[in-house]
């Protein structure tokens, strides 16, 4: 590929590296450069553009991205269709994300024009789901780089699906246990369990803390046809030849573990007995936060072996704390199971329209944008970023005492694309979304956030999601972490529902009977509409 200023006449078919702005003659990033571009460019005065051109011998980015995304995809990944030099994969199902590191080293090793990033090896993820994604830099690659890469890293994103298993359970008991604590530690399990596969408790023993009472538990236990077995010792397992190690090993099993380097779970045994995984649970078992139990539970519910090296292998990223980025099954939310989505508010504009700040405005007794945030702040949307511009301290007092983050755009008075990118750049890496409201619509609610919100769960490979009122697209629109490199080329006015024009970006239109999507208050007759809505 040539890169670089070139004179208008050589430019025609090559692709604008940076914009042009002469008057009316406007060409974006990423245009192929045209016989009546070049006239156009003459005519203006502008003799050379920067271009970058693509040889016989080049993949352009979206063909480098596809085919690269292809090739690392194994099974149970599905790859989207490439977009700005983007390919992204997706978990086909729920279950674990199995990555062979060495080899997406060896494809990222080939050239710096190629990426491919993934989430963590073994991470838990949902059904849509994105676990990786390829992405080339410039805007085309020679051919033999990507095959190099591809032969790289074949099959080396993949994903083990889980199943449903029936577990069977034993609790021992010491005098002082009381039945609630068990009942307690059933149900954390439970929990555990409807999230992998909807795996079920087929049965429940309870015996004395002594290794023959609890041996025959495990002879029986065994004979049910259960495909894991759980012991929650009354007391905690220090020793090989402790009462659970010991009741394994006299029921014809054997240990493959003790002790794990994952705390909380140090106190972990795994063992077999016929065949059959045996799980000697640590204490913080009983309890719904993450801990080392988790992670062989869910290794076994994707059908993957857990061997001593495995365990002595989970010491690095073993020390688990509880931060917003692992969200703890005992506070299950209504939208545990979607995926995450920012709220993004703009309200960094002039309101040049009205002549004053219309986002301070008061509709039913409350500042303007205060009615938007809330809204967010009560949906199935989250985290909550307001980007500020104009009067940007009276604006966050508008909205003191709500929990938002706030970010600045220096750039505010070049028009809603700089905000928008603003707002994008600051969704936190565990969003796959963003939700984009504008700050000046007072009647949008948590209902209408939520309808967008679910649909995407619904759609999770859908670009974009917006609502329809009246037989045309209204506002707030929801775009994907798939759009979000394509938001960094917006310019000027332009905002989020321009991106989802754009020919190959796939658009869920959510039917709305409601006018809050379409009431703004750019005008004085509309504040007065808003306020009369609001009012009945």
Same mark, same amino acid.
């Given at each position: 590929?040539?890169?670089?200023?070139?004179?208008?006449?050589?430019?025609?078919?090559?692709?604008?590296?940076?914009?042009?702005?002469?008057?009316?003659?406007?060409?974006?990033?990423?245009?192929?450069?045209?016989?009546?571009?070049?006239?156009?460019?003459?005519?203006?005065?502008?003799?050379?553009?920067?271009?970058?051109?693509?040889?016989?011998?080049?993949?352009?980015?979206?063909?480098?991205?596809?085919?690269?995304?292809?090739?690392?995809?194994?099974?149970?990944?599905?790859?989207?269709?490439?977009?700005?030099?983007?390919?992204?994969?997706?978990?086909?199902?729920?279950?674990?994300?199995?990555?062979?590191?060495?080899?997406?080293?060896?494809?990222?090793?080939?050239?710096?024009?190629?990426?491919?990033?993934?989430?963590?090896?073994?991470?838990?993820?949902?059904?849509?789901?994105?676990?990786?994604?390829?992405?080339?830099?410039?805007?085309?690659?020679?051919?033999?780089?990507?095959?190099?890469?591809?032969?790289?890293?074949?099959?080396?994103?993949?994903?083990?699906?889980?199943?449903?298993?029936?577990?069977?359970?034993?609790?021992?008991?010491?005098?002082?246990?009381?039945?609630?604590?068990?009942?307690?530690?059933?149900?954390?399990?439970?929990?555990?369990?409807?999230?992998?596969?909807?795996?079920?408790?087929?049965?429940?023993?309870?015996?004395?803390?002594?290794?023959?009472?609890?041996?025959?538990?495990?002879?029986?236990?065994?004979?049910?046809?259960?495909?894991?077995?759980?012991?929650?010792?009354?007391?905690?397992?220090?020793? @090989?030849?402790? %009462?659970?190690? !010991?009741?394994?090993? &006299? +029921? =014809?099993?054997? /240990?493959?573990? #003790? *002790?794990?380097?994952?705390?909380?779970?140090?106190?972990?045994?795994?063992?077999?007995?016929?065949?059959?995984?045996?799980?000697?649970?640590?204490?913080?078992?009983?309890?719904?936060?993450?801990?080392?139990?988790?992670?062989?539970?869910?290794?076994?519910?994707?059908?993957?072996?857990?061997?001593?090296?495995?365990?002595?292998?989970?010491?690095?990223?073993?020390?688990?704390?509880?931060?917003?980025?692992?969200?703890?099954?005992?506070?299950?939310?209504?939208?545990?199971?979607?995926?995450?989505?920012?709220?993004?508010?703009?309200?960094?504009?002039?309101?040049?329209?009205?002549?004053?700040?219309?986002?301070?405005?008061?509709?039913?007794?409350?500042?303007?944008? @205060?009615?938007? %945030?809330?809204? !967010?702040?009560?949906? &199935? +949307? =989250?985290?909550? /970023?307001?980007? #500020? *511009?104009?009067?940007?301290?009276?604006?966050?007092?508008?909205?003191?005492?709500?929990?938002?983050?706030?970010?600045?755009?220096?750039?505010?008075?070049?028009?809603?694309?700089?905000?928008?990118?603003?707002?994008?750049?600051?969704?936190?890496?565990?969003?796959?979304?963003?939700?984009?409201?504008?700050?000046?619509?007072?009647?949008?609610?948590?209902?209408?956030?939520?309808?967008?919100?679910?649909?995407?769960?619904?759609?999770?490979?859908?670009?974009?999601?917006?609502?329809?009122?009246?037989?045309?697209?209204?506002?707030?629109?929801?775009?994907?972490?798939?759009?979000?490199?394509?938001?960094?080329?917006?310019?000027?006015?332009?905002?989020?529902?321009?991106?989802?024009?754009?020919?190959?970006?796939?658009?869920?239109?959510?039917?709305?009977?409601?006018?809050?999507? #379409?009431?703004?208050?750019?005008?004085?007759?509309?504040?007065?509409?808003?306020?009369?809505?609001?009012?009945?």
């Amino acid at each position: 590929m040539k890169f670089g200023p070139t004179p208008v006449d050589m430019a025609v078919g090559g692709v604008v590296a940076h914009a042009v702005r002469r008057g009316e003659l406007v060409l974006k990033k990423g245009v192929v450069v045209t016989p009546e571009h070049a006239r156009a460019l003459r005519t203006a005065g502008v003799t050379e553009i920067v271009v970058a051109i693509i040889e016989p011998d080049d993949l352009d980015e979206n063909a480098a991205a596809g085919q690269l995304a292809r090739a690392v995809a194994g099974p149970g990944v599905v790859v989207d269709e490439a977009f700005t030099g983007r390919a992204n994969l997706f978990a086909e199902d729920a279950g674990l994300l199995i990555v062979e590191r060495t080899a997406i080293d060896a494809a990222n090793m080939v050239d710096e024009a190629i990426t491919v990033a993934t989430l963590a090896p073994m991470k838990k993820v949902s059904v849509g789901e994105m676990i990786g994604t390829v992405k080339i830099i410039p805007f085309a690659v020679p051919g033999r780089l990507i095959a190099e890469a591809s032969a790289m890293a074949p099959h080396a994103i993949s994903l083990a699906p889980f199943r449903a298993l029936k577990v069977g359970v034993i609790s021992t008991i010491l005098p002082g246990l009381k039945p609630s604590v068990i009942d307690k530690t059933l149900a954390a399990l439970d929990e555990r369990l409807q999230g992998l596969a909807h795996s079920t408790l087929h049965h429940d023993a309870r015996v004395p803390h002594e290794t023959e009472a609890l041996e025959q538990a495990l002879r029986h236990s065994v004979g049910l046809g259960v495909d894991l077995v759980v012991v929650f010792g009354a007391s905690a397992i220090t020793d @090989r030849r402790d %009462v659970v190690p !010991a009741a394994i090993e &006299r +029921a =014809g099993g054997r /240990i493959e573990h #003790l *002790g794990m380097p994952v705390d909380p779970g140090n106190l972990l045994l795994i063992g077999e007995i016929a065949g059959l995984p045996v799980i000697g649970a640590p204490g913080c078992a009983r309890s719904p936060k993450e801990n080392g139990f988790d992670w062989v539970l869910q290794r076994l519910s994707a059908g993957l072996e857990v061997t001593r090296h495995d365990i002595q292998s989970m010491g690095v990223g073993g020390l688990l704390m509880e931060i917003f980025s692992r969200p703890q099954p005992r506070s299950p939310a209504v939208h545990a199971n979607h995926p995450q989505v920012a709220a993004v508010v703009l309200a960094a504009g002039h309101s040049t329209r009205l002549g004053r700040n219309k986002l301070l405005e008061r509709v039913g007794g409350k500042p303007v944008v @205060r009615h938007v %945030v809330e809204a !967010a702040l009560a949906s &199935r +949307a =989250g985290p909550a /970023i307001v980007v #500020l *511009g104009h009067q940007a301290r009276e604006v966050a007092m508008a909205l003191v005492g709500l929990d938002v983050t706030f970010v600045e755009n220096p750039d505010h008075a070049s028009g809603m694309a700089s905000s928008l990118r603003t707002g994008v750049d600051a969704v936190p890496d565990t969003c796959a979304a963003a939700l984009v409201l504008l700050g000046d619509m007072p009647l949008i609610n948590t209902t209408i956030i939520n309808r967008l919100v679910d649909n995407y769960a619904g759609e999770p490979l859908a670009d974009g999601i917006v609502p329809v009122a009246d037989g045309r697209r209204a506002n707030p629109v929801l775009l994907s972490r798939a759009l979000f490199d394509a938001v960094a080329s917006l310019e000027g006015d332009t905002g989020a529902r321009g991106l989802l024009a754009r020919p190959g970006v796939r658009v869920i239109e959510v039917s709305v009977d409601d006018d809050a999507v #379409l009431v703004d208050v750019d005008t004085e007759e509309a504040l007065a509409r808003a306020r009369a809505l609001s009012a009945r």
